[in-house]
C-alpha cells in the first residue's frame, strides 16, 4: 500500500478533480434539483458504476486499446460529445416549461436519474483516461501483486467521488426548495447546466 504521504497526495489529486465543474457535478445538480435526494443518489450511484469500470478497464490495460486503435478513441469521444449535446437539447427544452411542469415532468430525454449519470460518466473516455493515467502513478510494483492495489486505489477514487455527488445533491436540493422569486432565478441553473454539457462536448470534439 502507497505510503501515507502518497496516499494523501492520491486523494488530494481527487479533490482538486472532483470541486471542478463538469458533466458529472451538473449531472447530479440538474437530477437533484428536478427530482429531488431520490433522483440525485440514484444518478450518484450511476456515476459510481461507471467510475468502477473505469477503475477495472485501466487496471486491465484497457487505455493500451486505446493508443493501439485511436479511432476506437475517437469513436467513444464523438458518442459522449453527442450524448451530451442530446442533455442540452433536453435542458434547452425544459427552459420552456413552467416550473411546475419541470417538477412534475419525468427527466429529459427519458432517462432515469441511474442511467444518466452511468451514460454521462462511462461516454466520457478523457474521464477513463483520467482514470488510467492517475492510478498507476500511485502503484507500487515492489510492495505485491498490482491488483489489490488498483482495487484500494479504485475503491478510494468511486467512493470519494460517491460522497462529493452525495454533498452536490444536497446541495442542489436545499436550493431549488428555496422560493425563486424572479424568472431568472428560476432559469438560472438550467442555462447553467446546458452551458457546462456544451463545453463538455465541445472539449471532447476538439480532443
Not at 445533491?169 to 436550493?175: K, R
Amino acid at each position: 500500500m502507497p505510503a501515507n504521504s502518497t496516499l494523501w497526495l492520491y486523494i488530494a489529486a481527487l479533490i482538486a478533480v472532483y470541486i471542478l465543474p463538469g458533466a458529472d457535478m451538473a449531472m447530479v445538480m440538474q437530477q437533484s434539483a428536478q427530482r429531488g435526494w431520490r433522483g440525485g443518489l440514484q444518478t450518484a450511484l450511476g456515476l459510481a458504476l461507471s467510475r468502477s469500470l473505469h477503475v477495472s478497464a485501466a487496471g486491465l490495460g484497457l487505455a493500451a486499446a486505446f493508443q493501439r486503435f485511436p479511432s476506437l478513441f475517437v469513436a467513444v469521444r464523438w458518442l459522449g460529445a453527442a450524448y451530451l449535446l442530446w442533455l442540452t437539447w433536453g435542458v434547452v427544452q425544459s427552459l420552456f416549461k413552467s416550473a411546475s411542469d419541470t417538477h412534475a415532468a419525468p427527466s429529459p430525454n427519458g432517462l432515469p436519474p441511474f442511467a444518466r449519470g452511468f451514460l454521462t460518466n462511462l461516454l466520457n473516455p478523457k474521464a477513463f483516461l483520467f482514470t488510467a493515467l492517475l492510478l498507476p502513478q500511485f502503484i507500487h510494483p515492489g510492495e505485491g501483486e498490482l491488483w489489490p492495489q488498483y482495487l484500494r486505489l479504485g475503491s478510494i477514487l468511486v467512493l470519494l467521488g460517491l460522497a462529493f455527488d452525495a454533498l452536490y445533491t444536497g446541495l442542489a436540493v436545499h436550493i431549488s426548495q428555496r422560493p425563486a422569486r424572479h424568472p431568472l432565478i428560476r432559469i438560472l441553473p438550467k442555462l447553467v447546466f446546458a452551458s457546462i454539457f456544451t463545453l463538455t462536448a465541445l472539449r471532447l470534439i476538439t480532443g
